[in-house]
């Protein structure tokens, strides 16, 4: 299983989320968001942030680094590594495995990831076969949307989804995020939608924001 940071509630944990990070980053970075979430000062949420697996990724030469899956190309919607995807999300569902074991009810996760981490958490949410609290896709894409019909889960057809996107971002165009958000709507989604004039990253604006859909959908 992926080794992660987990970060437990003040009294005994009845939800769980599971948070992951972007290209080239790691567990840590967004350990320090959670205090600025607004949560109660009781709540129970356990906070889980795993490490992507170390792999090289073609379009940075190669170098070795965190990510869930390799990115071949700059356009990144038309040449997905849909084997990387599917192995990440395969650790995924382990990792929600494991909170159920702990005593996590599926219905009180929720997923969220940064980026490729985005990627991920749709992914995984979407095909999920156990009813999940909800989605946050952060600055992000839908990878491997031509299968998402045949794979959907029906547990999962009603899942809150919060897709959050800078009007600037350099790195995953705006329009593609747009496009992923269309797409969910056709297959029947209902997606929260933010923008917010930032570049690839998150703004105090959208963690408010994030705070407000968490203690909606996790209550």
Known sequence: MLDAITLEPPRPATSA???????????????????????????????????????????????????????????????????????????????????????????????????????????????????????????TYLACADSLGAEAATANREIPIFMAHGTLDPVVPLALGRLSKARLETHGYRVEWHEYGMPHAVCAEEVADIGTFIRRVLP
């Open 17 to 139: 989320i599971l948070w992951m990070h972007g290209l080239g980053a790691d567990a840590n970075d967004f350990v320090p968001i959670v205090p600025e979430l607004r949560l109660p000062e009781d709540h129970a949420i356990r906070f889980v942030f795993p490490n992507a697996p170390m792999q090289p990724v073609t379009i940075n030469g190669g170098y070795l680094m965190r990510a869930w899956y390799d990115i071949v190309s700059p356009d990144l919607e038309r040449r997905v590594d849909e084997q990387g995807v599917r192995a990440s999300q395969r650790e995924i569902e382990s990792l929600i495995e494991d909170q159920v074991a702990r005593g996590i009810a599926s219905e009180r996760i929720l997923l969220a990831g940064f980026s490729q981490g985005g990627v991920i958490a749709l992914q995984t949410a979407l095909r999920h076969r156990a009813r999940l609290a909800g989605v946050m896709a952060l600055s």
